[in-house]
């Protein structure tokens, strides 16, 4: 089992930048692949990125990449988000996920995740 804690979330305006952090505790974090999704109001949950037990792959949603950039320091057992170029769209909860099956186009799946974070709040004005 993981236990998975975001940080980082708040106000912005229109172009600015936020990194959100996600804290793992635990079992080994690196046997975890990672993903970042979020919410906005109304919405379903959606995919915004996914990062390899390794770090080595990444794969990022069409409405982020260019972007964000998510990576990971398992050393520190911790997952990030580097969000650039914020757009109001952007505004939603983000929640990191941890995934211990192996890499595979299925890591853009909620159900992939049986770990969640509870969420930090990221709204962007303009």
């Known amino acids: 089992q993981v236990q998975l804690v975001e940080s980082g979330g708040g106000l912005v305006q229109t172009g600015g930048s936020l990194r959100l952090s996600c804290a793992a505790s635990?079992?080994?974090?690196?046997?975890?692949?990672m993903g970042w999704f979020r919410q906005a109001p109304g919405k379903d949950r959606e995919f915004a990125a996914a990062?390899?037990?390794?770090?080595?792959?990444?794969k990022y949603a069409d409405s982020v990449k260019g972007r964000f950039t998510i990576s990971r320091d398992n050393a520190k057992n911790t997952v990030y988000l580097q969000m650039n170029s914020l757009k109001l769209e952007d505004t939603a909860v983000y929640y990191c996920?941890?995934?211990?099956?192996?890499?595979?186009?299925?890591?853009?799946?909620?159900?992939?995740?049986?770990?969640w974070g509870q969420g930090t709040q990221v709204t962007v004005s303009s």
């Open positions: 996920a941890a995934t211990s099956a192996t890499w595979s186009l299925q890591y853009l799946r909620r159900d992939e995740y049986p770990y």
């Open positions: 635990g079992r080994t974090f690196s046997s975890y692949g």
């Open positions: 990062i390899s037990k390794s770090g080595l792959v990444t």
